[in-house]
């Protein structure tokens, strides 16, 4: 039985969404910590979070190579006309994959956002305190 040529990528778009379903709820871990302050813990967190993101831009590349070979054009009317066409399970895990990486570039821009605040915050307090050591030694 010859297979569809939505089948490969069906399951690449299936492992692009479970890669991304697991790198969203990190960037929410993340989030939490940095509202809580938990620094200590940020620093593996963000090996995992350079790690997760290597994963998916891998897979996020073998899902565009597997697409070159079937459209002429990667442009997301053609890639959703070919889904609905040859894969229509595939269009809507499709769907789901752009809406969650849309969720984690706003998560990833809201936690750098946290992070520049923390870091003025720190910067400002290392004024005062370093302000306050040189008039204590005067």
Known sequence: MKQSPGSPLLAALTAEHTALLGFVALLEREQGMLVENLTD???ELSEQKSTDALGL???AEARRSLLQKNLPELSIDTINAWLATY??????VWHEVLALAERAQHLNRTNGELIQMKLRHNQQSLAVLSNAVNKANL
């Open 87 to 92: 894969s229509p399970q595939g269009l809507a």
């Open 41 to 43: 813990q940020l620093l």
């Open 57 to 59: 831009n891998e897979l």
